[in-house]
C-alpha cells in the first residue's frame, strides 16, 4: 500500500505562524521586562551607601595620607599651634576637613592658618552635645573624607567644641605620620560599661547588651573601619531613638521631674562606634585605647554634675608635664580587668600622640619651648583674634 503524502502546507502560512510567534515572544519579552521593573526592589539609603563603599575600598598606591577631622563649634582658637604642626609636613601626606557650625566659613578673617582656608563641611548640621547630633557630625566628617582615596588613616580631634575640650598634638607630623601609617589597627577606646546604667532594654534585641560598649569619643581609624561606620544606618537610628542624655534637675516640674530623672542617662558620643564595632565584629582588629590622652578631675562637689577633664594652662604645660604623658605605655580598664599595653604592631609605644584640653597659653608654652614645633609667640600679638 502506498501512503498519501499530507498536501504541501503553503508557504504564506509558514510565514504567517513564524511572524505570529515572533510577536508573541516579543509581547512575552515585554510583559516580563515591565514586570521585572515594577517589582524591582528599590535601594534603601544602606543598599545606595554599601554601593558606594566599593569606591572606597579600592586599593590604592600613591603616597597616603592622614585625614584630620576637627569637631569645632565655630572658628579654631588653637590654630596657630596646628599651623605650625603642618607646617612641618608634606602637603602630600595630610588632608584636614572642618565640621563647624552651618554657614560658619573659614578663611582670612575667621582663622590664622592658611591649612584651615575653605576646609569647613558645606553640608554640616546644628550640633548639641550629649544629642545624636554629635555622632552624626562624626559621620559626616568621615564620610566627606572618605571621598578622597588617598586618605587611609583618619584622625577625630576637637578644637573648641562645646566644653572648650581643645586637642593638641603631643609629637611633630613625622613621628605621628609614622606611627599611624606603622599599624594596620584602628585605636579605639572601648570597654564594657558595668557601673553606669546607661544601656536602654529598649534597644533590645537590635542591640543586645552583651555588645554594649563605653570609650573616648577621639577615635583614629583606618580606612576599612571609616567605611564601617559611614555605611550604618540601623544602629545609629537605635541611638536616635533610645540613647539620651538625662535632663537636667527641674524642681518646678514636680513628680514629671522624678520621673525624668529615673530614665537612662545616655551620652551617644561615648558609646555608638564602640557598640556599632562590636555589634560587627571589629573588635580584634583594633588597638582597644584612644591616642588622645585626658586626665579628668575626679573630685566632684554637690554643685558639679560629674567629672570633667582638666584643663592645661600655661604653667600646666611645663615640658616634665608633657614628658610624664609621652612616658605613659599602658592603660587600666577596671571594669574588663584589663591592661592595655600600648604597641604599633608587635612594637611597643607611648600610649598618646595628642592631648585634652588645652588653653591657648598653654599651646603657646608647647611651642615657644619646642616641645612640638618651633615656634615664636610673638607673632600671635598681630593676630586679629
Known sequence: MIKKQPPPVPTCHVLWLGWKIIILFSVSLCAFGLFRLHHKPRLTPLAISSDRSLSFLNDFSATPKIAFLFLARRNLPLDFLWSSFFEDADAANFSIYVHSEPDFVLDESTTRSRFFYNRQLRNSIQVVWGEASMVEAEKILFSAALEDPANQRFVLLSDRFILLIICVPLYNFSYIYKYLMHSQRSFVDSF??????????????????EKWRKGSQWIALIRRHAVVLVNDYEIISIFKNYCKRRPPVDASMGKLNIKLQKQNNCIP?????????????????????????????????????????????????????????????????????????????????????????????????????????????????????
Not at 192 to 209: C, F, G, L, T, W
Request: aromatic share 12%.
Open 269 to 385: 558620643d561615648e558609646h555608638y562606634v564602640q557598640t556599632l564595632f562590636a555589634m560587627n565584629g571589629v573588635e580584634p582588629e583594633l588597638e582597644r585605647r584612644t591616642l588622645t590622652y585626658t586626665l579628668w578631675n575626679q573630685s566632684s562637689t554637690i554643685n558639679e554634675k560629674g567629672w570633667h577633664p582638666f584643663k592645661f594652662s600655661y604653667a600646666d604645660a611645663s615640658p616634665k608635664r608633657i614628658n610624664e604623658i609621652k612616658n605613659i605605655d599602658h592603660v587600666y580598664y577596671e571594669t574588663d580587668h584589663r591592661t592595655e599595653w600600648c604597641h604599633s604592631n608587635t612594637t611597643f609605644v607611648p600610649c598618646f600622640l595628642f592631648a585634652r584640653k588645652f588653653s591657648q597659653g598653654a599651646a603657646m608654652r608647647l611651642l615657644s619651648e619646642g616641645l612640638i614645633a618651633h615656634f615664636n609667640g610673638s607673632t600671635l600679638l598681630d593676630s586679629h583674634h
Open 192 to 209: 564594657i560599661d558595668a557601673k553606669e546604667e546607661r544601656y536602654n532594654p529598649k534597644m533590645s534585641p537590635s542591640i543586645p547588651r
